[in-house]
């Protein structure tokens, strides 16, 4: 994996969903992650735990915003996507773990 795609998925990781105590990363809410070096834009998609999720207009933001601090980076083009959609599964073996599943 690339220096700056380590640098990405860190700042995103500092990002947790309110209801969760694990940040979205762990939680597989990040469905890619993908820049292009010589435009300095990264591509990300990602998804809600479900589209009634309450942080559903900040949560995106707040992943722009955090992508954006990441040197190297001066656009983040986000998409919200909901296929597949998110189940526990998505989960790493540490988020698991975090919430005792």
Same mark, same amino acid.
């Given at each position: 994996?690339?220096?700056?795609?380590?640098?990405?998925?860190?700042?995103?990781?500092?990002?947790?969903?309110?209801?969760?105590?694990?940040?979205?990363?762990?939680?597989?809410?990040?469905?890619?992650?993908?820049? *292009? /070096?010589?435009?300095? $834009?990264?591509?990300?998609?990602?998804?809600? !735990?479900?589209?009634?999720?309450?942080? +559903?207009?900040? =949560?995106?933001?707040?992943?722009?915003?955090?992508?954006?601090?990441?040197?190297?980076? *001066? /656009?983040?083009?986000? $998409?919200?996507?909901?296929?597949?959609?998110? !189940?526990?599964?998505?989960?790493?073996? +540490?988020?698991? =773990?975090?919430?005792?599943?």
């Amino acid at each position: 994996m690339s220096e700056l795609k380590n640098k990405i998925i860190e700042e995103i990781k500092k990002i947790y969903d309110p209801e969760i105590p694990v940040n979205i990363y762990e939680l597989g809410l990040i469905y890619k992650i993908e820049f *292009d /070096e010589k435009n300095k $834009k990264a591509d990300i998609e990602m998804t809600l !735990t479900s589209p009634n999720c309450p942080v +559903a207009e900040s =949560l995106p933001n707040n992943v722009k915003e955090n992508v954006l601090k990441v040197e190297g980076i *001066d /656009e983040v083009d986000l $998409k919200l996507v909901w296929n597949p959609p998110w !189940t526990k599964d998505m989960m790493s073996e +540490a988020a698991k =773990l975090e919430l005792n599943l």
